[in-house]
């Protein structure tokens, strides 16, 4: 079977952040202003009191430390908690193309490639900007590439996904060198006034490029030795949000047009589906879990990485072994476990395998396994 490569990936960070006691001051000062202003129906009974929020639980319950940001000051606006982004015009990047293109300019310098020899560009993640013309073929006509581009949505599994459509590309024959980019504005689908959620996502995109072997200009990165994925419906995170909003009779509260989950039950019935399939994957490629030297994992919350690598290790994972970012960046979907591989390579030697895994709504998950090269 064709070689495929991994020869480059590329992370931008927006430059503004949100510490968790930054964020729970707001939500705190929203709280306190909202249930000021409804004391009567509360103390009625016709409406629960909003509770207060705390950094201590944020870092307990999730590992989540602070949270990259498109934008600060609207999300800490108690009057609008929402990002505040400038409204483009059409001759004007999109938010997303344009953080793509930062993300993808630095993973075509590692593979040694200019944007005019990308022929296939995959913008996958779990936001869209809009619903045409495709992010994707935006990129492509702002980078200079051939051939085609195409947007695609599997939540917070997307990278993955989209690393199996450029193996599949490739091997097939029909692109030579494919650009896969997570943009993600998760801070724009976000419930900013939802103490169980408030906290939970960031902002941030990743790029990736894969080519063939024997293509490859820089023979380095990583050979994918193969990727599996798996999807199981569940209701457990949702978000409503699409274009038949206006159309629907009654309308859905704002509430419903936004990111919800249970997070509980996401915890208890994601952990054994990676496990699962990541167990399976290097299963069928001869490889034992211990051998595994590092596990790039969907950062979404501290203690579930936790708890994967250690039913797939049998022990707990040193950091070295499982990298964590999400303290730093929170959940940024698609985007956070290329950025734990793009961040994390160091100390790798050739050979080395590592898995590249991301899970999230769907529920959706994607196992790539690595070989350093
Ligand atoms: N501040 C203080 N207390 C809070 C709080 C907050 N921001 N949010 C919730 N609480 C309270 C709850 O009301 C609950 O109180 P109770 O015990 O009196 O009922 C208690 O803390 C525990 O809440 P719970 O929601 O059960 O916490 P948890 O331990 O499950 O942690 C998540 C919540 C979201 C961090 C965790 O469930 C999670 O990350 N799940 C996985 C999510 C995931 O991977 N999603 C896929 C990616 S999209």
Known sequence: MTKILLTGTGLFTPPESISNDELVAAFNAWADAHNAANAQAIQAGELEAAPLSSS??????????????????????????????????????????????????????????????????????????????????????????????????????????????????????????VLVVNPEICTGHLNFRDRDSHFIFGDACTAMVLERAEDAKNQQGFEVLGCRLATQFSNNIRNNFGFLNPAETPPRSDRDRLFIQEGRKVFKEVVPLVVGLIGQHLGELGIEPQSVRRFWLHQANLNMNNLISKRLLGREPSFDEAPVVLDEYANTSSAGSVIAMHLHQDGLERDDVCVLCAFGAGYSAGAVVLKKL
């Open 56 to 177: 201590e639980f944020i870092e307990k319950a999730s590992g989540i430390k602070s949270r990259h940001v498109m934008n600060k000051s609207g999300v800490l606006d108690i009057t609008r908690m929402r990002p505040e982004l400038p409204t483009r015009s059409n001759e004007e990047p999109s938010q997303l193309c344009e953080m793509a293109l930062a993300a993808a300019e630095q993973a075509l310098a590692v593979a040694g490639r200019s944007g005019s020899e990308v022929d296939a560009v995959i913008v996958a993640c779990s936001n869209l900007q809009r619903a045409y013309p495709a992010i994707a073929v935006e990129v492509q006509q702002r980078l200079g590439a051939s051939g085609f581009g195409y947007d695609m949505n599997v939540a917070c599994a997307s990278a993955t996904f989209g690393v199996q459509n450029a193996v599949d590309a490739l091997r097939n024959g029909s692109a030579s060198c």
